[in-house]
Protein backbone atom coordinates (compact mmCIF):
# COMPACT_ATOMS: atom_id res chain seq x y z
CA UNK A 1 0.00 0.00 0.00
CA UNK A 2 1.73 3.22 -1.15
CA UNK A 3 2.73 6.07 1.63
CA UNK A 4 -0.52 8.87 1.75
CA UNK A 5 2.07 11.25 0.62
CA UNK A 6 3.22 9.73 -2.50
CA UNK A 7 2.45 11.35 -5.60
CA UNK A 8 2.08 7.75 -7.38
CA UNK A 9 -1.51 7.25 -8.32
CA UNK A 10 -1.36 4.62 -11.00
CA UNK A 11 -4.34 1.98 -10.72
CA UNK A 12 -3.67 -1.27 -11.37
CA UNK A 13 -5.90 -3.46 -13.94
CA UNK A 14 -6.97 -6.87 -12.87
CA UNK A 15 -9.58 -7.90 -14.73
CA UNK A 16 -10.96 -6.12 -17.80
CA UNK A 17 -14.33 -7.27 -19.56
CA UNK A 18 -15.41 -6.21 -23.12
CA UNK A 19 -18.66 -4.61 -23.19
CA UNK A 20 -19.95 -3.68 -26.60
CA UNK A 21 -17.64 -4.04 -30.17
CA UNK A 22 -19.26 -1.37 -32.35
CA UNK A 23 -18.05 -0.31 -36.02
CA UNK A 24 -16.59 2.98 -34.29
CA UNK A 25 -16.00 2.16 -30.49
CA UNK A 26 -15.51 -0.48 -28.20
CA UNK A 27 -16.47 -0.24 -24.44
CA UNK A 28 -15.14 -1.74 -21.69
CA UNK A 29 -15.27 -2.53 -18.00
CA UNK A 30 -12.05 -3.01 -15.78
CA UNK A 31 -11.81 -3.43 -11.97
CA UNK A 32 -8.95 -1.73 -10.57
CA UNK A 33 -6.64 -1.82 -7.87
CA UNK A 34 -6.44 1.85 -6.55
CA UNK A 35 -3.29 3.42 -4.97
CA UNK A 36 -4.55 2.49 -1.67
CA UNK A 37 -5.73 -1.20 -2.34
CA UNK A 38 -9.18 -0.32 -2.53
CA UNK A 39 -10.69 -2.17 -5.66
CA UNK A 40 -12.81 0.24 -8.10
CA UNK A 41 -14.79 -0.33 -11.43
CA UNK A 42 -13.60 1.80 -14.81
CA UNK A 43 -15.80 1.96 -17.65
CA UNK A 44 -14.35 3.71 -21.09
CA UNK A 45 -14.27 3.62 -24.17
CA UNK A 46 -11.22 2.36 -26.91
CA UNK A 47 -11.32 4.06 -30.08
CA UNK A 48 -8.65 3.97 -32.98
CA UNK A 49 -8.28 8.43 -32.72
CA UNK A 50 -9.21 10.58 -35.23
CA UNK A 51 -7.70 13.95 -37.53
CA UNK A 52 -9.40 17.37 -37.41
CA UNK A 53 -7.87 19.63 -40.82
CA UNK A 54 -7.72 23.31 -40.64
CA UNK A 55 -7.98 23.57 -44.58
CA UNK A 56 -6.88 27.32 -45.46
CA UNK A 57 -8.06 28.73 -48.78
CA UNK A 58 -6.12 31.52 -48.22
CA UNK A 59 -5.25 33.29 -44.91
CA UNK A 60 -8.60 34.42 -44.29
CA UNK A 61 -10.53 31.59 -44.88
CA UNK A 62 -11.16 28.16 -43.64
CA UNK A 63 -13.16 25.43 -45.25
CA UNK A 64 -15.80 24.03 -42.57
CA UNK A 65 -18.61 21.27 -42.90
CA UNK A 66 -22.34 21.86 -41.87
CA UNK A 67 -23.82 18.47 -40.97
CA UNK A 68 -26.58 16.65 -38.29
CA UNK A 69 -24.84 14.99 -35.64
CA UNK A 70 -27.55 12.38 -33.83
CA UNK A 71 -26.27 12.36 -30.56
CA UNK A 72 -27.40 15.93 -29.93
CA UNK A 73 -30.38 16.22 -32.64
CA UNK A 74 -28.89 18.91 -35.08
CA UNK A 75 -27.02 20.49 -37.71
CA UNK A 76 -22.95 21.64 -36.34
CA UNK A 77 -20.38 23.63 -38.34
CA UNK A 78 -17.19 21.51 -37.45
CA UNK A 79 -13.78 21.25 -39.29
CA UNK A 80 -13.22 18.19 -41.61
CA UNK A 81 -12.43 15.21 -39.36
CA UNK A 82 -12.27 11.42 -39.73
CA UNK A 83 -11.54 8.16 -38.01
CA UNK A 84 -7.81 6.98 -38.13
CA UNK A 85 -8.62 3.49 -39.62
CA UNK A 86 -6.54 0.68 -37.90
CA UNK A 87 -2.59 0.38 -39.39
CA UNK A 88 -3.61 3.76 -40.91
CA UNK A 89 -0.97 6.80 -40.91
CA UNK A 90 -2.85 10.11 -39.16
CA UNK A 91 -1.32 11.79 -42.49
CA UNK A 92 -2.59 9.45 -44.74
CA UNK A 93 -6.29 10.22 -43.00
CA UNK A 94 -6.25 13.78 -43.16
CA UNK A 95 -5.46 13.45 -46.72
CA UNK A 96 -7.91 11.44 -47.50
CA UNK A 97 -10.77 12.53 -45.30
CA UNK A 98 -10.03 16.17 -47.10
CA UNK A 99 -10.25 15.31 -50.62
CA UNK A 100 -13.47 12.31 -49.73
CA UNK A 101 -15.29 15.37 -47.30
CA UNK A 102 -14.37 18.49 -48.84
CA UNK A 103 -13.19 17.93 -52.76
CA UNK A 104 -9.76 19.33 -51.66
CA UNK A 105 -6.01 18.28 -51.75
CA UNK A 106 -3.48 20.29 -50.09
CA UNK A 107 -0.11 21.13 -51.29
CA UNK A 108 1.52 22.15 -47.47
CA UNK A 109 0.90 19.93 -44.74
CA UNK A 110 1.78 20.81 -41.28
CA UNK A 111 0.55 18.43 -37.78
CA UNK A 112 -0.20 21.27 -35.26
CA UNK A 113 -1.21 18.78 -31.97
CA UNK A 114 -2.24 15.76 -30.23
CA UNK A 115 -5.68 16.28 -28.32
CA UNK A 116 -7.08 13.70 -25.84
CA UNK A 117 -10.56 15.18 -25.69
CA UNK A 118 -12.32 12.65 -23.36
CA UNK A 119 -9.62 11.52 -20.93
CA UNK A 120 -12.12 10.90 -18.30
CA UNK A 121 -14.03 7.98 -20.11
CA UNK A 122 -12.12 7.24 -23.93
CA UNK A 123 -8.96 6.96 -24.94
CA UNK A 124 -9.51 8.60 -28.12
CA UNK A 125 -6.62 11.35 -29.37
CA UNK A 126 -7.15 13.81 -31.70
CA UNK A 127 -4.61 14.99 -34.97
CA UNK A 128 -4.56 18.14 -35.67
CA UNK A 129 -3.26 19.36 -38.86
CA UNK A 130 -3.28 21.93 -40.97
CA UNK A 131 -3.12 22.23 -44.70
CA UNK A 132 -2.61 24.97 -47.35
CA UNK A 133 -2.16 25.30 -51.09
CA UNK A 134 -5.68 23.81 -51.46
CA UNK A 135 -6.36 22.67 -55.11
CA UNK A 136 -10.51 21.46 -55.82
CA UNK A 137 -10.72 18.03 -56.91
CA UNK A 138 -14.14 15.58 -57.09
CA UNK A 139 -14.84 14.92 -53.54
CA UNK A 140 -15.98 11.35 -52.31
CA UNK A 141 -18.36 11.11 -49.45
CA UNK A 142 -18.98 7.98 -47.52
CA UNK A 143 -21.85 5.76 -48.09
CA UNK A 144 -24.40 7.36 -45.46
CA UNK A 145 -22.60 10.61 -45.61
CA UNK A 146 -24.32 14.02 -45.85
CA UNK A 147 -22.33 17.19 -45.31
CA UNK A 148 -22.15 20.75 -46.83
CA UNK A 149 -19.17 22.24 -47.66
CA UNK A 150 -19.27 26.10 -46.68
CA UNK A 151 -15.84 28.23 -46.84
CA UNK A 152 -16.12 30.72 -43.82
CA UNK A 153 -14.04 34.03 -42.92
CA UNK A 154 -11.61 33.00 -39.71
CA UNK A 155 -13.19 35.92 -37.64
CA UNK A 156 -16.28 34.76 -38.40
CA UNK A 157 -15.56 31.18 -37.14
CA UNK A 158 -13.99 32.95 -34.28
CA UNK A 159 -17.02 35.23 -33.97
CA UNK A 160 -19.21 31.77 -34.00
CA UNK A 161 -17.25 30.65 -31.39
CA UNK A 162 -17.33 33.63 -28.83
CA UNK A 163 -20.87 33.79 -29.14
CA UNK A 164 -21.68 29.87 -28.21
CA UNK A 165 -23.19 29.65 -31.96
CA UNK A 166 -19.96 26.82 -32.54
CA UNK A 167 -19.36 24.92 -29.73
CA UNK A 168 -17.83 21.92 -31.08
CA UNK A 169 -14.31 21.71 -29.36
CA UNK A 170 -12.88 20.28 -32.17
CA UNK A 171 -13.15 23.60 -33.94
CA UNK A 172 -12.63 25.43 -30.92
CA UNK A 173 -9.09 23.55 -30.32
CA UNK A 174 -8.23 23.91 -33.91
CA UNK A 175 -8.89 27.66 -34.64
CA UNK A 176 -6.74 28.23 -31.11
CA UNK A 177 -4.05 26.89 -32.91
CA UNK A 178 -4.67 28.87 -35.70
CA UNK A 179 -4.53 32.15 -33.52
CA UNK A 180 -1.46 30.89 -31.99
CA UNK A 181 0.02 29.92 -35.55
CA UNK A 182 -0.31 34.16 -36.70
Known sequence: MP???????????????????????????????????????REYIRHSGAVVIIPLLDGNTVIMERQFRYPLGRHFLELPAGKIEPGEDPLATAQ???????????????????????????????????ARQLTAVERALDDGEFLEVVPMAVEEVLRQIKD???????????LSWLKWLA
Open 96 to 130: RELVEECGYRAGSWRHLATVHPCIGYSDERIEFYL
Open 164 to 174: GRITDVKVVVG
Open 3 to 41: NKESNDFTETQLTTKLVYDGKMLEVREDTVRLPDGKIAR
